[in-house]
């Protein structure tokens, strides 16, 4: 039997000396998983700020031998990897305004999917949690634009530069020695805010009581995350061997380039243990791309407000499939790599794909396009639900099914009280 270098936990290490290299997941270094262990560890989440045109995205025919529809050509080679939901909705509020109803349920701005599943299994990584977003949008409008929410309702920022998320995924020696240093004075910091406002509650309205303690809660998140940064920021990084390019894509006609290179990286960071949870936010405002060199006729956020004119229709139709283009490859990426345990990324992860908005052209949030793929699960091609019976099922029914997919004891999401383990398992 061949002799095998010292492993350290689940993030293996080679060292030499005081020389320390993070290493891949080899299958050499698998353990032998448990029925309990045999899940996904992994969530993704994407959603799109301008929604998908659902007459594009929805196959005509349920189940698994449908016509894939233009918008899901990309994904053509992986359809027995994924399942397309239509009907489902969180019977949430109207407009723009309430697009984060897409992970945060009926009420918009409230705690989002991706979180709690965050708070459940993000402490098993470096990072709890990543939050990404490509693109331009309505940055005046308070939290229109926010996809991630912390228990407290507070939108967490998102990462607009793709090398800023390479240098955290993969940081030098020296940029971790910085990022302690500020984390530990920032803890300094809080530890004196917290003595301050622990002494004032003392003599406080019950009203306000309550408040500081809502505050309380959310230093001590804080104070969680400070700690668990603290914990890894000295863990070796491995060597990515990954090179971005020499510019970051931010200009709003470049976001399908930002979108490529996140997914590159969000496949890096899951494949690397960095993080279990992400979520990729794709924004849209008034933006003119040119698809296969031809210019569209009017800016993304003007398609989407399409009228049902053919040609703007067209036009938009072109901009939501080069989004698809843009996942799939991530898609490929995930089946192609393997963990430890010899079991693909994809089928370790749980991508959920979707909107906050059915009906752009209309502000209507109902019917929100859906599709789940990776998982483990036996994928079902199209589920198209019944909302003219009683008591159909909610969005939110198949968000439980996932976070139990995960391992997570829970029955409920937002207004949702069931789960759609009969469809997918």
Known sequence: MPHLPFVESRRHILRAGTTALALPALEAFGSTKSNDEARPKNFVAIGSYLGWYQKAFYPQKTGKDYEVPATLSPL????????????????????HAAWSNFLCGQSPKSYSLDQMIADSIGDKSRFPSLQLTAGAGEAGKSGANSISYTRQGIPLPKTR??????????????????????????????????????SLQQNLPAADRQKLGEYFDSVRAVEKSMTRQLQTVNVPVPDPKYKLPDYDPITPNLQMEAESIFYDLMVLALETESTRVISLFLDGLGQVFSIDGRPLGSGYHGLSHHGNNPAMLRDLVAIET???????????????????EGVSLLDDTIVLMGT????????????????????????????????????????GDLYVTLMQRLGMEVGNFSNASGNLNEVLS
């Open 161 to 198: 530069r793709p090398s800023v998320l390479y240098r955290q995924l993969f940081a030098s020696k020296e940029d971790r020695a910085r990022t302690e240093y500020y984390l530990q004075s920032g803890r300094s910091a809080l530890d004196n805010v917290l003595e301050d406002a622990k």
């Open 322 to 340: 080069s989004h698809m283009h843009c996942f799939s490859k991530f898609i490929k990426q995930l089946k192609e790599k393997k963990n430890a």
């Open 76 to 95: 053509a080679d992986f359809r027995d990897d994924f399942t397309v939901f239509s009907g489902l909705d969180h019977r949430s509020q109207n407009g």
């Open 356 to 395: 906050g908005m059915g009906d752009a052209s209309r502000h209507s949030n109902r019917n929100l396009p859906t599709l789940v793929a990776g998982g483990g699960f036996n994928h079902q091609g199209h589920v198209a639900t019944d909302q003219s019976k009683s008591n159909p099922p909610l969005l």
